[in-house]
Nanobody
């Protein structure tokens, strides 16, 4: 079994920073891509940032220059540093991991989500 668990959400004021963390655990052989998505009320879930096992990154245009994704392969962990937060960044943030388990199955696992609220 595999678990993907996020942490670090909260309430901040516009312009402040927040760091989200996520770790995958369980019967894992390897993890390919890891990423962060978000879903605001009434909107579809959208990609925020992703990172490959080799460290290549991809960002949504709306967060480029403000958010930084990083990864610790040894810990099966990914983080999202969010700076200069705006009210429109308010959403539930989800972590995912594209991984191979010890039974050689390949699938995408999602965390339960963590709420980020940016408000004055």
């Amino acid at each position: 079994q595999v678990q993907v668990v996020e942490s670090g959400g909260g309430l901040v004021q516009p312009g402040e920073s927040l760091r989200l963390s996520c770790r995958a655990s369980g019967s894992i052989i390897s993890i390919r891509n890891m990423g962060w998505y978000r879903q605001a009320p009434g909107k579809q879930r959208e990609l925020v940032a992703s990172i490959t096992s080799g460290g290549s990154t991809n960002y949504a245009d709306s967060v480029k220059g403000r958010f930084t994704i990083s990864r610790d392969n040894a810990k099966n962990a990914v983080s999202l540093q969010m700076n200069s937060l705006k009210p429109e960044d308010t959403a539930v943030y989800y972590c995912n991991a594209d991984l191979i388990t010890t039974d050689w199955s390949h699938r995408l696992y999602w965390g339960q989500g963590t709420q980020v609220t940016v408000s004055s």
